[in-house]
T-cell receptor
Framework: AQKITQTQPGMFVQEKEAVTLDCTYD???????LFWYKQPSSGEMIFLIY??????QNATEGRYSLNFQKARKSANLVISASQLGDSAMYFC????????????FGTGTRLQVFP | KAGVTQTPRYLIKTRGQQVTLSCSPI?????VSWYQQTPGQGLQFLFE???????NKGNFPGRFSGRQFSNSRSEMNVSTLELGDSALYLC???????????????FGPGTRLTVT
């Protein structure tokens, strides 16, 4: 069964430093997509980055990059130059196959950025 | 470009009542998905609609239902509300295809439902 595991309930990082949020996944499908979302205290889920299972290069979106290690089934999010506004919950999610938008979410990591 | 909108934002209902939540996707998006978020169960998939057809359904009782209209707007209904239905209900939309950036799903601000 497909599953997303985020083992870090909470993380602290100093402003301007880089931080890595861990995500491992389990699926028997060859075609899948991996997502990271940010959820501030307001509740809205903000799309950050996407990695397809057939993408050979790691995805990057501004200060966000996804460290995709297919053999290890990991899809860690790297945030460079952290900002105070990055403090939020971060969710890793997986879409299995390409004919559905159904996402399976991990339990999330609460990131706190301090000055 | 307007984002995903959800109405109402907050709702208080009593046990046994029913409720209807609405979601308007981003213009041009044909796929709408619904999720329930609770502190105990996290984010759980409810159902997904594409071009007015339910494409996928999560593991929720039949009290939870939904539909999508020809303009891609979607509604979900919960009948005979229970205390455990108190949650943040999130709607997401996407282009719905499998090419390009059609995979990107954008979420609305959610409807916070409290059942007393």
């Amino acid at each position: 069964a497909q599953k997303i595991t985020q083992t870090q309930p909470g993380m602290f990082v100093q402003e301007k430093e880089a931080v890595t949020l861990d995500c491992t996944y389990d699926t028997s499908d060859q075609s899948y997509g991996l997502f990271w979302y940010k959820q501030p205290s307001s509740g809205e889920m903000i799309f950050l980055i996407y990695q397809g299972s057939y993408d050979e290069q790691n995805a990057t979106e501004g200060r966000y990059s996804l460290n995709f290690q297919k053999a290890r089934k990991s899809a860690n999010l790297v945030i460079s130059a952290s900002q105070l506004g990055d403090s939020a919950m971060y969710f890793c999610a997986m879409r299995e196959g390409f004919n559905t938008d159904k996402l399976i979410f991990g339990t999330g990591t609460r990131l706190q950025v301090f000055p | 470009k307007a984002g995903v909108t959800q109405t109402p934002r907050y709702l208080i209902k009593t046990r046994g009542q029913q409720v209807t939540l609405s979601c308007s996707p981003i213009s041009g998006h044909r796929s709408v998905s619904w999720y329930q978020q609770t502190p105990g169960q996290g984010l759980q998939f409810l159902f997904e609609y594409f071009s007015e057809t339910q494409r996928n359904k999560g593991n929720f009782p039949g009290r939870f239902s939904g539909r999508q209209f020809s303009n891609s707007r979607s509604e979900m209904n919960v009948s005979t509300l229970e205390l455990g239905d108190s949650a943040l209900y999130l709607c997401a939309s996407s282009l719905g295809g499998n090419r390009g950036r059609s995979y990107e799903q954008y979420f609305g601000p959610g409807t916070r439902l409290t059942v007393t």
